[in-house]
């Protein structure tokens, strides 16, 4: 039996734990816009030309600062982060909206850049680094501290573990594993995800959620005309987000009077 193009996209989603009945617009899209520059990189110059140099942020090179989770160095690079990323993406997706997630991924892989170029242009001026291992590290970092504060602890036989150390854990296996990784880079994409988390990075991501709605009010015919993924609106993560606070809100007053 042969199964339809839309059909199989389904099955990919219930694999995976997407939470929709297709993947999400941008996660399938980044996967593909991954796919397609590691195919490009393999005959043209583009990942020596986006890969974060710590001299990019002197030179105000804007597209390795903010465009070098893009590149990877080999298929398995590739492959791995991919894996990595698509659960916990798609997670974020479905919660904060399609436009909203793709600008954080930038605003992550800038906050993330900065910091490297700093340390690096003192520490270790001639070392490059690409690939989206950091945006992977940076929701591990961002749902482990979400998580921390309903869990602080989880147990390992007669072991509390605090949640908060699970992403540094993978942090360890991850240099253990791929000795010519960037540990740095991950520590710093790890420390964005906290950084995400805790409401720090607000003041760069809010602004554009207002542009975001303006835009997709005047675009939703085109938007809504998006085959085989599942898009999801500003407006209508904002109006979860509202129910979701007023449920929490009634259930807490029915609590109070009990």
Same mark, same amino acid.
């Given at each position: 039996m042969s199964l339809s193009y839309p059909i199989l996209l389904s099955k990919f989603s219930e694999l995976f734990h997407l939470g929709g009945k297709y993947p999400?617009? !941008?996660?399938?899209? +980044?996967?593909?816009? @991954?796919? =397609?520059?590691?195919?490009?990189? !393999?005959?043209?110059? +583009?990942?020596?030309? @986006?890969? =974060?140099?710590?001299?990019?942020?002197?030179h105000l090179n804007l597209n390795k600062i903010s465009l070098y989770p893009l590149v990877h160095s080999s298929f398995f690079h590739l492959l791995f982060n991919i894996f990595a990323l698509i659960s916990p993406l798609s997670l974020y997706e479905r919660s904060n909206g399609t436009?909203?997630?793709?600008?954080?991924?930038?605003?992550?892989a800038v906050v993330t850049a900065l910091p490297y170029c700093v340390l690096g242009m003192v520490f270790f001026p001639r070392v490059s680094v690409l690939g989206?291992?950091?945006?992977?590290?940076?929701?591990?970092?961002?749902?482990?501290?979400?998580q921390s504060l309903s869990y602080p602890t989880f147990k390992v036989q007669?072991?509390?573990?605090?949640?908060?150390?699970?992403?540094?854990?993978?942090l360890v296996v991850s240099a253990l594993i791929f000795p010519g990784s960037s540990f740095i880079g991950h520590l710093l994409g790890l420390l964005?995800?906290?950084?995400?988390?805790?409401?720090?990075?607000?003041?760069?991501?809010?602004?554009s959620s207002k542009v975001i709605s303006w835009?997709?009010?005047?675009?939703?015919?085109?938007?809504?005309?998006?085959?085989?993924?599942?898009?999801?609106?500003?407006?209508?993560?904002?109006?979860?987000?509202?129910?979701?606070?007023?449920?929490?809100?009634?259930?807490?007053?029915?609590?109070?009077?009990?």
């Open positions: 999400p617009a !941008l996660v399938s899209g +980044l996967v593909i816009f @991954l796919t =397609l520059f590691y195919i490009v990189g !393999l005959f043209t110059s +583009l990942n020596s030309s @986006l890969a =974060l140099d710590p001299w990019a942020l002197y436009a909203h997630t793709g600008v954080v991924l930038n605003v992550l989206a291992s950091a945006w992977c590290f940076s929701f591990f970092g961002y749902y482990s501290c979400l007669n072991y509390e573990i605090p949640t908060i150390a699970t992403p540094f854990i993978l964005s995800g906290f950084a995400l988390a805790k409401g720090y990075l607000k003041p760069l991501i809010e602004p835009l997709e009010e005047r675009l939703e015919k085109y938007i809504d005309m998006i085959p085989i993924v599942d898009y999801y609106k500003e407006k209508d993560v904002q109006r979860q987000l509202v129910n979701l606070n007023e449920d929490i809100e009634t259930q807490g007053n029915v609590l109070g009077t009990i």
